[in-house]
């Protein structure tokens, strides 16, 4: 089978595209990828080894745009439009997965007008408007958050399952601010740090590159013990030496937390298109697996309230609940559908 993945714009989007890549040649088939010069599609596959071609087309969000940015942006997807067409030809590509982000639309509305099966990944519990629009012509919807989805799960690196475990304990916290660092989560790491350091409890914090040397000095003042990253690529190692997260709700890093058994305390970003970090979270915390509050003042009171509550459970739960070899499972359905 010939494939062809596309979509990004976002680290969340282009996760699931490597996932599904590695599933894809692990199952003997070629896979190239369609995405955008735009976003981070080029800085995560332009030097791949996942694909065996890549192509960067010029594309922008269309929703974010007014007046004239918005009929520029709706001429450079139907320009991308046709060169997909193209590229899909070329390779003759059986079927197209969308893993949703602006860079999706080219490819995914080729694959449709040249009748080739189109598959779409849903990342978020609140659908994009693109895969809103696209879902009816789908020979498959994905979404780990639908109950009639054929297929359950999250699409995560085989590492997060690899290292899970059960937390009974809570020694260490983790505060994911996130590559270019959550304000609003290393503010409440840093009205905490006295507390957990009082009780014993050893803190992680991603602070992001941003977002750094304001922290760094800020603990320095405080006189607190801490392991403080920028950025680093160590992060499911600290995932799973951790016991408790404190993060915003994007579906990666849920999902990642999810399956290594890890509770965690969210703080959805609230600026989401469709405030869809916060429905994410809320699938967590309904089935009491995990907490979630809006950015607020009382956010320090709150973060404490729920030290003394127990993990164990939350933990055993969260670990049953992700799933293994869900981008396989996905690229095999691929393969049954299209014969």
Avoid at 37 to 44: M, N, R, S
Wanted: charged share 25%.
């Amino acid at each position: 089978m010939k494939l062809c993945i596309t979509g990004g714009g976002t680290g969340g989007h282009l996760m699931i595209a490597e996932a599904l890549s590695l599933a894809a040649k692990k199952d003997g088939h070629e896979v190239i990828f369609i995405g955008s010069t735009k976003g981070q599609d080029k800085k995560y596959f332009e030097h791949s080894e996942f694909f065996s071609a890549c192509h960067f087309l010029q594309t922008t969000g269309v929703v974010n745009q007014k007046g004239l940015g918005k009929i520029k942006a709706l001429f450079k997807v139907f320009s991308a439009f046709l060169k997909s067409r193209e590229i899909l030809k070329k390779h003759s590509i059986d079927a197209v997965y969308s893993v949703g982000g602006f860079s999706a639309a080219p490819a995914s509305l080729a694959s449709i007008s040249m009748k080739i099966p189109l598959f779409i990944h849903e990342q978020n519990a609140v659908k994009g408007r693109l895969n809103s629009l696209l879902k009816p012509y789908a020979k498959r919807f994905i979404s780990a958050y639908e109950k009639d989805s054929p297929i359950k799960g999250y699409p995560v690196k085989d590492i997060f399952y690899e290292s899970a475990r059960v937390r009974e304990n809570l020694k260490t916290v983790i505060f994911l601010g996130g590559s270019h660092g959550a304000k609003a989560i290393n503010d409440l790491a840093l009205r905490v740090a006295s507390t957990l350091s009082k009780k014993g409890i050893k803190i992680i914090h991603q602070a992001g590159e941003s977002d750094y040397e304001r922290v760094k000095k800020a603990y320095e003042i405080l006189g607190i013990e801490v392991r403080l990253y920028g950025f680093t690529k160590e992060l499911t190692r600290l995932i799973q030496s951790s016991d408790l997260a404190v993060s915003r709700a994007g579906a990666s890093t849920l999902w990642e937390l999810t399956t290594n058994g890890c509770p965690a305390f969210y703080v959805p970003y609230p600026h989401a298109a469709g405030d869809h970090q916060y429905h994410n979270a809320k699938f967590i915390q309904e089935k009491e697996l995990g907490w979630c509050e809006r950015e607020s003042e009382d956010l320090k009171d709150k973060f404490l309230a729920i030290l003394g509550e127990p993990l164990e459970y939350k933990s055993r739960a969260l670990m049953q609940y992700g799933k293994k070899d869900v981008a396989l499972q996905m690229v095999r359905d691929v393969s049954k559908c299209i014969i």
